[in-house]
């Protein structure tokens, strides 16, 4: 009995635990001003709770204790109203909360200021399952990895071209939905480089779950390099293998939903793969950008994310070693 309490123990124990390795989407770890404002208000407000969570549940278990029913107990004398009790429990409630408030409506107007003239400004718009990002000032066009220069604030113009998505990257901010028929806005000021992972947070169909994105912080130098590069028309292919690629990019029908910049190819409906290469991730995140990934992807995009809108007819060896190829190419 007392081995298997044990044993309970320290296994719901291990359960609690695991969930402490690796937090890439931790809202604990602030990077920025605004996420570290929601992390001061939710670690203020849980401890609020903690206290008021500890006087009620001593109160409660002293009382039922205390005045529990005993062997010959009568009817208890009968009271109506308590004026010093429902003053304790109306008046300290109401500081409470107020102070939460003056705590969080400066916070509220703080993250609702419009970006300076300054700001980089990028169109981030949600697709069923997942995000392209557009630069309209710099005419670069990318697809689940957002690029950004540290230091400097840029505004997110969040779109959706179907349903309802939320734009969440916790290190950075808090949530925001994505809305069909409006731009919802907000800044973002990265402080520290580094890779950010984000996740839609609004369930929009099957694949919600799997549609991630990533934000790269990096330095203005290298973020110009970037953009330079994203700029520029595909690389043509190098090899025979990359260049069977990009002509049964027509038969399996790839070019409707993509554009590659530079061929054809003008789709819509999927990712600009122009230089999908110099992307970590594919699918929206959930895969590691390797030949043997994309393969896999390219020969079964169903089985590897579960209800996706790319839907292609069975494609032979030769087709995939070529696309492979190809898709690796595009640097
Ligand atoms: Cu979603």
Sequence with gaps: MRAALAATTLLLALTALAACGATPQTTLEPTTEAARQARDLMVFVFWAAAVVFVIVESALVYILIRFRRRPGDGLPAQTHGHT?????????????????????????FANAQPAGADAMRVRAIGHQ??????????????????????????????????????FWVPRLRGKLDMVPGRVNRFTIRPEVTGTFQGQCAEFCGTAHALMKFTVVVETQAEFDAWAAAQLAERTPPSSELARAGEEAMAAGGCVACHAIRGTDAAGVLGPDLTHVASRAHIASGILANTPDNMRRWLQDPQGVKPGNLMTIPELTDDQLDALTAYMQGLT
């Design 84 to 108: 010093a009790l429902e003053i304790a429990w109306t008046i300290p409630p109401t500081i409470l909360i107020g102070v939460i408030a003056a705590l969080t409506i400066p916070v509220i």
């Design 129 to 166: 399952w997942w995000f392209e990002f557009d630069y309209p000032e710099l005419g670069v066009v990318t697809a689940n990895e957002l690029h950004l220069p540290v230091d400097r604030s840029v505004e997110l113009q969040l779109e959706s071209d179907d349903v309802l998505h939320s």
